[in-house]
């Protein structure tokens, strides 16, 4: 079938790789807008550009990035002549950075380009060159085309999209990731993981796409339990940085599912970490997907793909499309991952979050459309 695929235009991978980071931004131009979200994060950017002498100007992102922290960043950027982003940080960083960027050459404020609440006008010009040095394994930002925005005043998360958005240069260095505490590589995996699951049974598989989440399913599913219990072990930190290349690329080109349709609501209602709404709900819609599947296509081939997902996960040739969801839901409670009523997710909650899921963007590409029924009992399993 017909296909586009596009991704960022260079992707650096390895070991060590961090500290190129200088003479590679150098490239791009002389004056950095540099988005980190730790001090260190922020110490070890700052020296590597200072060597290749890249004037760099700090901002710090703190917490899941806003519309506010988007316009704000960009009129920084803009008084101190920046002429290349770098964002060195976890997935917020880099959807923070990613968003600066693209409003850095196209002006404007976020809501005029955002869709659902905004004005969904289109990113005319090419962003800002943009460097993505990723420091966690989860969202797979370096690679993809949109960043997604919290408008606490609409109780959403929305993207800001346009292949126009994609990074220059993805600097991905595994060792980055060492130091992240185990809770967070935990619900940062899981997001990985979700993010090669759903791109392999959209409606929008291609091909090329679905080599890269072959491949990062079998990585999950040998490093993301070895990845907690030993932060340490390089192997599996390179594994699950794999894994969270593949699932940007992947979801880029060939869009996710229902777990990503909720996850955008429900982090705009909730407040949650991204990766820790994922692991929720990913066996349930697993779970819908498939009793959906059975009762009203039974003839789709998406069937099939979800026994080979349960083959890959589980390791055994047997294996039927419910053990997928069975094996996430293990890992999910070895993990320890809460509930999403520890969140605050209520029954009087969930009319809300199935009528907001239906306009997220990610719903299209579920490989079935699911009824409301089906939707309210995927999260009644994840509280």
């Known amino acids: 079938m017909p296909f586009e695929f596009a991704t960022a235009t260079e992707i650096v991978f390895g070991r060590g790789s961090f500290e190129s980071l200088g003479p590679r931004a150098a490239s791009f131009g002389r004056r950095a807008l540099v988005v980190t979200g730790s001090e260190a994060e922020r110490t070890g950017a700052l020296e590597h550009l200072g060597e290749a002498g890249v004037d760099a100007t700090p901002l710090r992102i703190t917490a899941e990035p806003t519309t506010a922290v988007a316009s704000e960043g960009a009129a920084r950027a803009r008084e101190s002549d920046c002429d290349v982003v770098v964002g060195v940080g976890g997935g917020s960083v880099l959807d923070g950075a990613k968003a600066i960027a693209a409003l850095l050459t196209n002006g404007g404020e976020p809501l005029d380009y955002l869709e659902v609440i905004g004005a969904g006008r289109k990113i005319e010009t090419p962003s800002a060159p943009f460097v993505a040095v990723p420091t966690t394994s ?149 779970t819908a997907n498939v009793g959906a ?19 890959i996960l589980t390791g055994r040739p047997d294996a039927a499309p ?32 199935v009528a907001q899921s239906r306009k997220a963007s990610s719903m299209r590409g579920n490989p079935i459309e699911l009824t409301d029924e089906e939707l309210d009992h995927v999260l009644e399993d994840a509280l």
């Open 293 to 311: 599947l059975r009762q009203r296509a039974s003839d789709s081939p998406v069937l099939a793909r979800y026994a080979e997902v349960a083959r």
């Open 138 to 286: 989860g969202t797979g930002s370096e690679v993809t085309r949109n960043a997604v925005l919290a408008s606490p005043e609409h109780r959403v998360k929305v993207s800001l999209r346009s292949v126009l958005m994609l990074p220059r240069l993805a600097l991905l260095d595994p060792a980055l990731t060492v130091s992240v505490p185990p809770e967070v590589t935990a619900s940062t995996g899981l997001d990985a993981l979700t993010q090669v699951l759903e791109p392999f049974v959209s409606s929008r598989a291609n091909p090329m796409t679905d080599a890269l989440c072959r491949d990062g399913l079998g990585r999950a599913a040998r490093s993301l339990r070895r990845v907690c219990e030993d932060g340490t072990d390089l192997d599996a930190r390179e594994d699950m940085a794999l894994v969270s290349l593949y699932g940007g690329m992947a979801l880029a080109n060939a869009g996710l599912g229902a777990v990503h349709g909720f996850a955008g609501p429900l982090g705009g209602m909730l407040g949650a970490p991204h990766g820790a709404l994922c692991a929720r709900l990913l066996p349930g819609v697993i």
């Open 322 to 353: 419910e053990d997928a969801a069975a094996w996430v839901g293990g890992l999910t409670e070895a993990l320890s991952i809460p509930g999403l009523s520890a969140h605050g997710l209520t029954l009087a909650d969930l009319e809300t979050a």
